[in-house]
């Protein structure tokens, strides 16, 4: 059997020992240690007593590598699905840095966070920066992405061709929060997909009201004047006009001939003196939203609409 080396012949003296027989060997003197070395261990001493060396106490993984994963944004939908992963991981830097334009990278006014920061965390009340772990963690989910419509919470005229992802933001049903709809507006810059608008409201404030449990209410009436121009009926649909609403009966024969719909967007408002009232409603003709509304009065039969500002073209 093979022995280890040290073994072979007779056992020799310790390290640094004479044979036996042999004149002792003069101690070699010292070697001085360079300024080189100290200052070797001096950092290698104070990266240790810092906890850093080898722990990771400080920052754990500060020392390694994190290469940057490419982000797909050769369309508003692969972007969209970016903003969804980025946002669900908190990231927060990379949605600015990466899937933002350069606008809204620029600092708010008076503060150090930027523009897209600064509506984020105003939006979307338990994200901002002073979160904690155990605090409630908001979902964000892109449900769909279209041309951008008038009845979308950021629609101006500056962005009236641009590309949306509608996104929804829910939370656990015990935490007290509801859920939250999102208007993200996509533009191309520097050959990539990139988000320049958004904002974030209550899904309460942008769904059309429930039908009003009371017909001969305001919003009841308008429901049913809705509900009769969509289902194509114009004798209905005259139960629900003022007797001198000659301009409306005329809208609602045209929108009925082209095939338009209505819906209410909100309840309708009244004045104190409960004698007028106002309508907003959308108005879609051939998959285009647009802007409609109305004034409404009392007359002996109930509440009926007066004038309606949307020309069907």
């Known amino acids: 059997m093979t022995q280890p080396p040290h073994q072979y012949g007779p056992p020799q003296p310790p390290w640094g020992q004479p044979y036996p027989g042999m004149p002792p060997v003069p101690p070699t003197p010292p070697k001085k240690k360079s300024a080189a070395v100290f200052l070797v261990l001096g950092l290698v001493i104070l990266l240790a007593a810092a906890g850093i060396l080898g722990t990771g106490l400080i920052w754990p993984g500060w020392m390694k590598s994190n290469p940057s994963v490419a982000v797909d944004q050769s369309s508003p939908e692969s972007t969209a699905k970016a903003v969804e992963d980025t946002l669900n991981r908190r990231d927060v830097e990379k949605f600015v840095n990466v899937l933002v ?94 988000v320049c608008e958004m904002g974030f409201v209550p899904v309460t404030d942008s769904e059309e009201p429930p039908p009003d449990p009371d017909p001969a209410s305001p919003t009841g009436r308008m429901q049913a004047f809705a509900k009769a121009v969509n289902d194509k009926d114009i004798v209905a649909a005259r139960q629900y006009m003022c007797s001198t609403a000659r301009a409306v009966n005329t809208w609602a024969e045209k929108a009925i001939a082209a095939g338009g719909k209505l819906r209410l967007h909100a309840k309708v408002t009244t004045t104190k003196a409960e004698d007028t009232g106002q309508v907003r409603m959308w108005y879609t003709l051939d998959g285009a939203e647009t802007k409609a509304g109305g004034f409404l009065k009392k007359e002996s039969d109930g509440w009926c609409l007066l004038s309606f500002n949307n020309d069907v073209k």
């Open 101 to 194: 334009c350069r606008d809204g990278r620029n600092k708010a006014e008076g503060k150090d966070i930027s523009l897209v920061e600064e509506t984020l965390y105003r939006d979307i009340e338990p994200l901002s920066p002073k979160s904690k772990s155990g605090d409630v963690q908001p979902v964000f989910k892109v449900d769909e992405v279209r041309k951008i419509k008038p009845s979308d919470p950021i629609y101006n005229d500056g962005n009236k061709d641009a590309t949306v992802a509608i996104m929804s933001v829910g939370y656990p049903k015990d935490s007290g929060l509801s859920k939250q709809r999102g208007v993200l507006a996509m533009f191309e810059e520097d050959n990539k997909y990139v």
